[in-house]
């Protein structure tokens, strides 16, 4: 469904001088500062995938979700998206897509949600009759109806999420883009964002490229990730796969007697009983707990390594 | 064929839907428009008051010149009431609203047009056709079937500069101040009959800066002045294909510029 080969871009600008004279200077120079933002990014996701796509900010994320997108065109690299080349074919390719940027949002600000949701109908061709089917599905799953004739200025950030979904989803495209979909949300919300993504998914096979900084979301939702930093893939795989690759040691806990805590790592294959037998005979044991790696500690180990 | 067709449909519905939203705040509203038609009212009145005193300007009477008042601002509301929302192409660019416009299956800079409503404009208008009929020599068919493309022509000399200016900004280029000193120069020089400025002037915003074919040299032909140009008579009756051929070439540009538009960070 998405190929990307050696995807690489480039951003030139010219450069920047300080002083007083430094602005005159940066208007005439024929000097460029360049920054790689995406630097020989390749993968591939087959139809009907969830895929989280990963980094910390500045990693390169929304860059090649731009060129994905069709909004930057790549310096150099391949970019194919259901056989479309996005950049060069940009309106074919919309058609085909959705996309959610958590942080802006796509709805009419002084109209009321419904009638946003008919001019996105209207910009994709929707026929009325399918639009009406759309709908409703939409407010089902969504649960929109308690909002649907309020002014977008005056939702609330959940409500105004749920709302973009809907317009991304209501032409029904094969593909559907996440740029942080659950930044800011409470819990309720960001379960509610969660459980539509499920079912978009399972009920249209609709393919699935998510951004986020959550890492429950992308426990919640992703078999697979790719990891980017400083615009290069550092992993691509399962969610599995990568925890027992890149694991942590367990680690023991405890807490002694005079408030002290201390920690051990469980080299693996050591004994647990044993460990805990040998701490206990040095030292009075108030509590104790075993903490199993979770996929932050280790995406946290990744970035650290990848700094280094 | 259809895809224009398209295109202009959803034009309107666009639009249609920025003008609800402008209409929640009605206050805003009436006090753009009427704030528009006092302005330019005003800017008219100032004429008036000076011929006053002398009868003729460059040889144009009173009437003659509120004609050409009124033509010149007909084509600048025509040419403002669309594109009014590239004023704030900039800000679409830093804020990222342009990525949305890119992500839609419909011509960018048709959805640029529709992201604000002019309602400034409107008062413009109004005043620009007031003046037009009131000032107006007795209309025939013929007079009609040129103005018509005259005031289309002439609004498209001054979007084709506006559109080229603005499709700078795609590349980050703040060029607000020379549009703001164009506009200037389009309403202060273009109001008046050419002949009242020296030939070096009038030449300069005749071959230079095409300002005498927005509304000078199509009124000429109207109001049968034509003898007084500094161009042969046919130049004047051709001059609605100029806003035609620039405007063409200024989308040239726009679609050039959009092809380097880099985003913004997120």
């Known amino acids: 469904m998405i190929r990307v080969e050696s995807l690489t871009k480039v951003f030139r600008r010219p450069r920047t001088f300080p002083g007083p004279l430094g602005a005159l200077r940066t208007l005439v120079t024929r000097r460029y500062d360049e920054r790689v933002a995406v630097d020989d990014v390749s993968f591939e996701i087959p139809e009907g995938e969830v895929v989280g796509y990963l980094g910390p900010n500045g990693a390169g994320k929304s860059t090649t979700v731009k060129m994905l997108t069709g909004i930057?065109?790549?310096?150099?690299?391949?970019?194919?998206?259901?056989?479309?080349?996005?950049?060069?074919?940009?309106?074919?390719?919309?058609?085909?897509?959705?996309?959610?940027?958590?942080q802006r949002s796509q709805?009419?600000?002084?109209?009321?949600?419904?009638?946003?949701?008919?001019?996105?109908?209207?910009?994709?061709d929707v026929p009325a009759a399918h639009f009406t089917g759309s709908l409703r599905r939409m407010c089902d799953l969504l649960g929109l109806d308690d909002f649907l004739d309020t002014p977008?200025?005056?939702?609330?950030?959940?409500?105004?999420?749920?709302?973009?979904?809907?317009?991304?989803?209501?032409?029904?495209?094969?593909?559907?883009?996440?740029?942080?979909?659950?930044?800011?949300?409470?819990?309720?919300?960001?379960?509610?964002?969660?459980?539509?993504?499920?079912?978009?998914?399972?009920?249209?096979?609709?393919?699935?490229?998510?951004?986020?900084?959550?890492?429950?979301?992308?426990?919640?939702?992703?078999?697979?990730?790719?990891?980017?930093?400083?615009?290069r893939v550092l992993y691509d795989g399962g969610i599995d796969a990568l925890v027992t690759a890149y694991a942590p040691p367990r680690r023991l806990v405890?807490?002694?007697?005079?408030?002290?805590?201390?920690?051990?790592?469980?080299?693996?294959?050591?004994?647990?009983p044993e460990l805990i037998g040998r701490v206990a005979a040095e030292n009075t044991i108030r509590d104790l707990s075993i903490e199993e790696p979770d996929l932050e500690s280790v995406i946290k180990q990744i970035y650290a390594e990848s700094t280094r | 064929?259809?895809?224009?067709?398209?295109?202009?449909?959803?034009?309107?519905?666009?639009?249609?839907?920025?003008?609800?939203?402008?209409?929640?705040?009605?206050?805003?509203?009436?006090?753009?428009?009427?704030?528009?038609?006092?302005?330019?009212?005003?800017?008219?009145?100032?004429?008036?008051?000076?011929?006053?005193?002398?009868?003729?300007?460059?040889?144009?009477?009173?009437?003659?010149?509120?004609?050409?008042?009124?033509?010149?601002?007909t084509?600048?509301?025509?040419?403002?009431?669309?594109?009014?929302?590239?004023?704030?192409?900039?800000?679409?660019?830093?804020?990222?609203?342009?990525?949305?416009?890119?992500?839609?299956?419909?011509?960018?800079?048709?959805?640029?047009?529709?992201?604000r409503m002019g309602m400034g404009q409107v008062g413009d208008l109004l005043t620009g056709v007031v003046l037009l009929i009131v000032a107006a020599p007795p209309w025939n068919l013929a007079m009609i079937g040129f103005c018509v493309p005259a005031v289309v022509g002439g609004a498209l000399v001054e979007a084709s500069f506006h559109l080229s200016l603005s499709s700078l900004s795609l590349r980050m280029l703040d060029t607000r101040a020379l549009r703001g000193f164009l506009d200037d120069v389009f309403s202060k020089f273009g109001s008046y009959p050419m002949s009242v400025f020296g030939g070096v002037t009038q030449w300069v915003l005749t071959f230079v800066l095409p300002v005498a074919f927005v509304a000078y040299m199509p009124a000429s032909v109207l109001l049968?002045?034509?003898?007084?140009?500094?161009?042969?008579?046919?130049?004047?009756?051709?001059?609605?294909?100029?806003?035609?051929?620039?405007?063409?070439?200024?989308?040239?540009?726009?679609?050039?510029?959009?092809?380097?538009y880099q985003s913004s960070g997120t």
């Open chain 1, 72 to 102: 930057l065109t790549p310096t150099s690299g391949l970019v194919e998206v259901g056989g479309r080349v996005p950049w060069r074919d940009r309106s074919a390719n919309a058609r085909s897509v959705g996309v959610v940027f958590g």
């Open chain 1, 107 to 124: 709805l009419w600000w002084d109209l009321p949600l419904i009638e946003s949701l008919r001019l996105v109908g209207a910009l994709y």
């Open chain 1, 152 to 231: 977008v200025r005056q939702l609330s950030l959940g409500q105004r999420m749920r709302g973009d979904l809907a317009a991304a989803m209501l032409y029904d495209p094969p593909i559907l883009y996440l740029d942080e979909p659950t930044v800011g949300l409470d819990v309720l919300a960001k379960q509610a964002v969660r459980e539509f993504i499920v079912d978009t998914n399972r009920a249209g096979r609709t393919t699935v490229v998510l951004t986020t900084h959550d890492l429950a979301d992308v426990e919640a939702l992703c078999r697979r990730i790719i990891l980017i930093d400083k615009g």
């Open chain 1, 254 to 272: 405890v807490h002694l007697a005079d408030d002290e805590t201390r920690t051990f790592d469980i080299a693996g294959g050591a004994s647990v």
């Open chain 2, 1 to 73: 064929m259809a895809e224009i067709a398209r295109a202009l449909r959803l034009y309107w519905v666009l639009q249609r839907a920025t003008m609800r939203g402008a209409l929640q705040y009605r206050l805003n509203t009436v006090i753009s428009v009427v704030t528009g038609a006092v302005y330019q009212g005003s800017g008219f009145a100032f004429v008036w008051v000076v011929m006053h005193t002398f009868p003729s300007m460059g040889g144009w009477s009173l009437r003659e010149i509120a004609f050409l008042y009124g033509l010149r601002l």
């Open chain 2, 75 to 115: 084509a600048h509301a025509l040419c403002m009431l669309p594109l009014s929302s590239l004023i704030g192409l900039e800000w679409l660019v830093r804020e990222g609203e342009l990525d949305r416009v890119l992500l839609r299956p419909l011509n960018p800079l048709v959805q640029v047009m529709t992201k």
């Open chain 2, 224 to 260: 049968d002045k034509t003898g007084s140009l500094n161009v042969p008579a046919l130049v004047a009756y051709g001059s609605p294909l100029l806003g035609v051929a620039l405007f063409a070439l200024a989308y040239r540009v726009w679609e050039r510029q959009l092809r380097h």
